[in-house]
């Protein structure tokens, strides 16, 4: 699999089949992304929670191309409510096997919520994302705090590559996440969601010496790693 990072919490992957996956498609207002909106081709879109910067620009992405959106099923409710036609709503500690690999919906202690017309709206719990795929996995975080239990996905699963918050504020910061990091024994991490905005700006060089050589890994934006 090919997967590409576009800033913020934003990932695409291009699997052997053709497939294109999306995750967090925060474009529009995400001064970092090498990405826009309208351009933007998937086949699934991959939503880990329901904050604006990272639902950001899912419907409209979605149904232009006809996408299945898959997420917490509130998530998957807000999107048919707003014109998407594809969606398949999971929930924390289940798992499916889609054309493009098996995807597992795990814990993140973080929140949910969308403001539509000057209301809150409740969006489900929020996720990370497991995805199996072409003998390699591949762990998107989304938004969290370190826990404990990531030491269980660590040895339930033999991570290649984890996308990790390291942003503090709202997320872990550089030190939890690399303790996160030892606890998940992925082969290599790759920092997310930091330098978007001034509360999460971040030394993404400096959180990657506080790993084991060579387990860390800061991606440039627009750049493409293949796993």
């Known amino acids: 699999m090919k997967i590409t990072y576009h800033g913020h919490s934003v990932l695409s992957i291009v699997m052997a089949n053709g497939q294109k996956l999306l995750f967090d498609p925060f474009i529009t207002g995400n001064a970092l992304t090498d990405l826009k909106a309208e351009e933007v081709t998937a086949d699934w879109i991959l939503v880990t929670h329901g904050h604006s910067d990272h639902i950001g620009d899912l419907i409209p992405i979605a149904k232009r191309n006809d996408a299945t959106v898959i997420s917490i099923v509130e998530i998957c409710s807000f999107a048919e409510q707003n014109g998407v036609q594809k969606t398949h709503g999971m929930n924390i500690g289940g798992k499916f096997d889609?054309?493009?690999g098996r995807v597992k919906m795990v814990p993140a202690q973080h929140s949910s919520g969308y403001e539509v017309d000057g209301q809150m709206i409740y969006m489900g719990e929020?996720?990370?994302f497991i995805l199996q795929a072409e003998g390699k996995t591949l762990y998107h975080a989304g938004d969290t705090?370190?826990?404990?239990d990531m030491a269980l996905l660590g040895e339930a699963f033999e991570i290649d590559l984890a996308f990790l918050p390291i942003g503090d504020n709202f997320t872990m910061g550089p030190q939890d996440a690399a303790s996160?990091?030892?606890r998940l024994k992925a082969k290599q991490v790759v920092p997310i969601h930091y330098n978007t905005f001034p509360v999460i700006e971040q030394d993404?060089?400096?959180?990657?010496?506080?790993?084991?050589?060579?387990?860390?890994?800061?991606?440039?934006?627009g750049e493409t790693i293949e796993i």
């Not at 705090?145 to 404990?148: K, L, M, N, V």
């Open 126 to 128: 929020p996720a990370g």
């Open 98 to 100: 889609f054309p493009f």
């Open 145 to 148: 705090a370190e826990f404990g």
């Open 180 to 182: 996160a990091a030892k």
């Open 204 to 221: 993404p060089d400096a959180f990657v010496q506080l790993l084991p050589e060579k387990v860390g890994k800061v991606m440039a934006v």
